[in-house]
Nanobody
Framework: QVQLVESGGGLVQPGGSLRLSCAAS????????MSWHRQAPGKQREWVAG???????NYAESVKDRFTISRDNVKSTVYLQMNNLKPEDTAVYYC?????WGQGTQVTVSS
């Protein structure tokens, strides 16, 4: 079964950190560009970060220097390390690859 399953979301205080994981199955993970996106309440889904099959990364300006995307091709998993979280980072976070979306994981940044 082709699927992406995110995990690692939760409630964190401003300035805190979380690491999201996205486990892939059913397709050749290592050859695909993978990305993270997020959707805040009442807003459109936006791209956050991407990583190529070769490991080249890029980031939205709003998260650059705070978030780090990485991948483990042996585990078929892509990660998003989020540091110095801000209330405006509150959203449902989705991973995407091979034209497939995961179900999302909620991240809430609040004191």
């Amino acid at each position: 079964q082709v699927q992406l399953v995110e995990s690692g979301g939760g409630l964190v205080q401003p300035g805190g950190s979380l690491r999201l994981s996205c486990a892939a199955s059913g397709f050749t993970f290592s050859i695909y560009h993978m990305s993270w996106h997020r959707q805040a309440p009442g807003k459109q889904r936006e791209w956050v970060a991407g990583i190529s099959s070769g490991g080249t990364t890029n980031y939205a300006e709003s998260v650059k220097d705070r978030f780090t995307i990485s991948r483990d091709n042996v585990k078929s998993t892509v990660y998003l390390q989020m540091n110095n979280l801000k209330p405006e980072d509150t959203a449902v976070y989705y991973c995407m690859g091979s034209s497939i979306w995961g179900q999302g994981t909620q991240v809430t940044v609040s004191s």
